[in-house]
Structure formats: structure tokens, C-alpha cells
């Protein structure tokens, strides 16, 4: 077994193209757009011009058998004001000594730039890919879930990560998407909320993004991994979903004249994105013409001046209004970190993120 650092073009079009080797029999899995790997994993991204990186890999008898990268975002800090060191683009075959060589090799980096923890999987923060199902192998994928072995959470934790923060999905049919507004409404009927509903442009609206950019700090400092990114980052992170969103599909939550959150929804492409087999180059080319039956209830987000009022429950209400007035017959509530629904509905989905102390 040998651990190296990716140092040149050959290293890196292996680091890529290495889970391909893992998947080659999950037929549910959806290829990650290679061109946005590449710009992800090099100095040509947004995210580059401020952070650091370093990629590795392990060959085991002749062959590569995992990778792993570790990585520096300074904007990234932990409740004493540390930064925290990240260990991401995780993939590896189900062998424990070569996912902890992988994880030492990281780590020990990690330490050489003055880090004292680190969170994974995580590919930069919570703006980026982070995060393992350890719930729902058996449920069939949608668009950019976290998707990965079940034998992964395992190794992880042999290598000393413990859990640190959960979110959960909820899957019903158009039946209960219709009972679940139902039940909101007679919440907002009873409290109304105070926010007002304005839905934005969709498609890669210059001004849809640059007004979700603006409340982006203010709804999401705090959340685990989250760290804030300037404009052009976000529009090279975001763009490629909003472009997917049909009319209706994203909303602003206006609260005294300003925003006061956000929230969008998707229909679930993840079959044409599966067809691209990785290749960005027809991306969209399905719309007004695919017409899947599924859509996903994805983000949501107040300020905290809105969070304890029934602009929440509104957020999921309008959600909801999505999936009933687009007639799908089924949704999935995604990454959900409050058990929004757990009193009702029994999370299909989990997802876990994970960190250690490392020492310096």
C-alpha cells in the first residue's frame, strides 16, 4: 500500500476518474460533472483564489483504491474562533487500512497548516458536496443527494470521526403532499405569517442570485460547515440548479421590506443527469421536454429574526403548493436538520457529517 500526493496533471485525471472504479456496479449512481471536478480540484475556481488544498491517493497492488482530499477554507472557523480543516472528495474500496492511511495522510497535513480539528466529508464547506448517508440505501437517488457505500460511514468512524450533525428526509406520495399543505394551512389560517411570499426569476438570473447572495450570511451563519462566499463563488456553485428551476420554483420571504429568507424547490432530473454520465456539456438539454414525476423539496432558510414565527411553516407550506400545483406524484423533503415532519412522518433518509480533534 502507497499513499501519494497528486502532483501533476496524471495524478489529478486519476484522482477523478477514481469513482468510477467504486460504482461500476450501482446502477443508481449519477456521475458527477467531470469538467466541474476539474475546475473544483484546480486554480480555477472561485473557491482557489482563498483556500488550500492537497490531494492524495492510495495504490494497492498496482491500483488505486481510494483518494481523499484535505483542505483549508479560512472563512471556515469553529465556536473558538480555530479554523477547521476539512477532509473531502472521499471515495475508497472497503478496506479499513486503506481508508485510515488515506485519513492519516490528510490529517497530517492538516496539522502542518496549524489545524486543531476537522470535519468530513467535506469538500470545502456547506456550500459545496459534504456529508455520508448512513439511512435510505434502498431508496432510489435524487438529484444531489449525498450518495454513497453503505460501508462508508463505517470507516469513517474506525478512524476516530463521531457524528456532528444529522439531517433527515421525508418521501410521501402526491396524497400526502396534499394532506401535509392541508395541515399547514390550517396552522397559517389559525397564525398567519408574517412574511410575504415573492417568487423570483428562475433559470441563472443575474438578480435572482444576487438577491440570495445578499441574506445568504444572515440565514445560514452558524449552521454546521457553513462559510460565507463571495458572489461570483456562489453563482459557480448555485447557477447550475438554478438553471434547472422552472417558473414558481424559487421564492424570496419578504419580512418588513426586506428579505428575510428564501427557499426552493426542483423537479427531480436525476435520470437525464445520470444519462450525461459526467459530460457537462448538454446540461439543461432535457428541459420542456423530460417530465419527471418526482420533485424535490430542497432548501429553505430564514434569519433568525423570522425563525420563531410561522414564516417557517410558510416556507414549507409554499414548498408543498409546489408539489400539489405541478401535479407530481411524489416529493421528497430533503435534508431536513429539525425534524421538521418527525412527529408525523417517519424520516425515509439520513445523512451525517462527521469531525475529530486532531491536536496541532
Not at 432558510?301 to 401535479?327: C, D, I, K
Request: charged share 25%; net charge negative; proline share 6%.
Amino acid at each position: 500500500m502507497k499513499i501519494s500526493p497528486v502532483v501533476d496533471r496524471d495524478g489529478l485525471a486519476e484522482f477523478v476518474e477514481f469513482p468510477r472504479t467504486i460504482y461500476a456496479d450501482d446502477p443508481s449512481w449519477v456521475p458527477p460533472l467531470r469538467e466541474q471536478v476539474y475546475r473544483e480540484l484546480t486554480d480555477h475556481s472561485a473557491f482557489a483564489r482563498y483556500a488550500r488544498k492537497q490531494l492524495f491517493v492510495c495504490e494497492d497492488e498496482g491500483r488505486i483504491a481510494g483518494r481523499i482530499a484535505a483542505l483549508v477554507n479560512p472563512r471556515l472557523v469553529s465556536g473558538t474562533g480555530d479554523v477547521m480543516g476539512q477532509l473531502g472528495y472521499f471515495e475508497c474500496v472497503n478496506d479499513a487500512s486503506i481508508a485510515s492511511a488515506l485519513v492519516d495522510a490528510g490529517i497530517d497535513w492538516l496539522r502542518a497548516q496549524h489545524v486543531k480539528h476537522v470535519i468530513g466529508p467535506m469538500n470545502g464547506g456547506a456550500h459545496r458536496a459534504h456529508r455520508l448517508m448512513t439511512r435510505g440505501f434502498d431508496r432510489p437517488p435524487y438529484l444531489f443527494e449525498p450518495r454513497n457505500p453503505a460501508y462508508y460511514p463505517r470507516l469513517f468512524e474506525r478512524c476516530g470521526f463521531v457524528p456532528v450533525g444529522r439531517w433527515y428526509g421525508y418521501e410521501m406520495n402526491r396524497h400526502g403532499a396534499i394532506k401535509q399543505l392541508a395541515r399547514l394551512e390550517r396552522i397559517l389560517g389559525r397564525r398567519p405569517a408574517p412574511v410575504r411570499i415573492e417568487e423570483l426569476q428562475t433559470g441563472q438570473s443575474q438578480e435572482t442570485m444576487v438577491r440570495v447572495h445578499r441574506v445568504l450570511d444572515r440565514c445560514w451563519a452558524g449552521h454546521v460547515g457553513y462559510a460565507s462566499l463571495d458572489l461570483d463563488e456562489f453563482v459557480e456553485v448555485f447557477g447550475g440548479a438554478l438553471s434547472i428551476m422552472g417558473p414558481g420554483q424559487v421564492a424570496a420571504f419578504v419580512q418588513d421590506g426586506e428579505d428575510a429568507g428564501f427557499a426552493f424547490v426542483y423537479p427531480d432530473y436525476v435520470d437525464d443527469v445520470r444519462a450525461l454520465d459526467g459530460s457537462a456539456g448538454k446540461w439543461g438539454h432535457w428541459l420542456g421536454t423530460s417530465r419527471p414525476n418526482r420533485i424535490v423539496l430542497s432548501t429553505a432558510a430564514l434569519v433568525p429574526a423570522a425563525r420563531h414565527s410561522t414564516a417557517a411553516t410558510a416556507q414549507v407550506a409554499w414548498a408543498f403548493r409546489q408539489a400539489v400545483s405541478g401535479e407530481f406524484d411524489e416529493c421528497v423533503l430533503s435534508l431536513v436538520i429539525e425534524g421538521f415532519l418527525s412527529r408525523i412522518e417517519e424520516p425515509t433518509r439520513e445523512h451525517t457529517l462527521y469531525a475529530r480533534a486532531i491536536g496541532a
